[in-house]
C-alpha cells in the first residue's frame, strides 16, 4: 500500500533551518509530483512547492522563493523540505503529498511533521 | 492569484445533509477536489474532479459545481464526519494547487 512516512519533529531558534524528509513506498516514486504544504496552527493549507521526483525540477511558491529547496533521493524514494532562515511565522505542520497523477489532487499525505521555532 | 473563499463553519444534526460551498470566478470551469481533515491529522481527499470518489470514500460524499460556486454535500451524516473541509483547485497560470480557507463542520 502508498505510504509517506515524514520525519519526526523539530524544534530551531530563529535563522536556523530545517530538512524535513519524505519517504514513500507502495508505488514508483518517480511517476507522481510530490507537493509540499504547510499547516500554521489554527490555519489552513498552505502550498510550498512541488517536485518532479523523475526530473528533479521544481516549482516554489513565491512566498517561499530564496528560502526553500526541494530535492529527493531516488535510490531511497524519498524526497527533502529544506526551509533556511527560519522565523516564529515558521512554526507549522508541514506535509508532503503524492498527486494522483491522471488529475492535480493529492490521494496520499504523509502524517505531517510539526516545526517549532522558538528562541 | 486565483482565490477559493469558503463560509464560516456549518452545524447540522446526525442524519441530516450538510453543504460545503466553495466560491471561485468561474470555478465550474476548474476541476475542484475536496478534503476532510479531522483534528491533528493529515487531509484525506475524499472528492476529486468534482465529483469522483477515491476508493473508500462513502457514497454519502458527492460534489457539484456551477458557476462560481462548488458544493460538497455529505448525506446522512455520521458524528465521524466531524472535522475541517477543504476545496482545492489547479491555478493553470502558476502551475500551482489553491486551497480554500477551509470550513468547520460540527455534528450537533
Known amino acids: 500500500q502508498v505510504q509517506l512516512a515524514q520525519s519526526e519533529p523539530e524544534v530551531h531558534k530563529p535563522g536556523a533551518s530545517v530538512r524535513v524528509s519524505c519517504k514513500t513506498s507502495g508505488y514508483i516514486f518517480s511517476d507522481y509530483y510530490l507537493h509540499w504544504m504547510r499547516q500554521a496552527p489554527g490555519q489552513g493549507l498552505e502550498w510550498m512547492g512541488w517536485i518532479n521526483p523523475h526530473s528533479g525540477a521544481t516549482n516554489y511558491g513565491q512566498m517561499f522563493r530564496g528560502r526553500v529547496t526541494m530535492t529527493r533521493d531516488k535510490s531511497i524514494s524519498t524526497a527533502y523540505m529544506f526551509l533556511s532562515r527560519l522565523t516564529s511565522d515558521d512554526t507549522a505542520v508541514y506535509f508532503c503529498?503524492?498527486?494522483?497523477?491522471?488529475?492535480?489532487?493529492?490521494?496520499?499525505w504523509g502524517q505531517g511533521t510539526k516545526v517549532t521555532v522558538s528562541s | 492569484s486565483y482565490v477559493l473563499t469558503q463560509p464560516p463553519p456549518v452545524s447540522v444534526a446526525p442524519g441530516q445533509t450538510a453543504r460545503v460551498t466553495c466560491g471561485g470566478d468561474?470555478?465550474?470551469?476548474?476541476?475542484v477536489h475536496w478534503y476532510q481533515q479531522k483534528s491533528g491529522q493529515a487531509p484525506v481527499l475524499v472528492v476529486y474532479?468534482?465529483?469522483d470518489r477515491p476508493s473508500g470514500i462513502p457514497e454519502r460524499f458527492s460534489g457539484s459545481h456551477s458557476g462560481n460556486t462548488a458544493t460538497l454535500t455529505i448525506s446522512r451524516v455520521e458524528v465521524g464526519d466531524e472535522a475541517d473541509y477543504y476545496c482545492q483547485v489547479w491555478d493553470g497560470s502558476g502551475e500551482h494547487p489553491v486551497f480554500g480557507g477551509g470550513t468547520k463542520l460540527t455534528v450537533l
Open positions: 474532479d468534482d465529483k
Open positions: 468561474n470555478i465550474g470551469s476548474k476541476s
Open positions: 503529498a503524492k498527486e494522483i497523477g491522471t488529475t492535480n489532487a493529492f490521494d496520499f
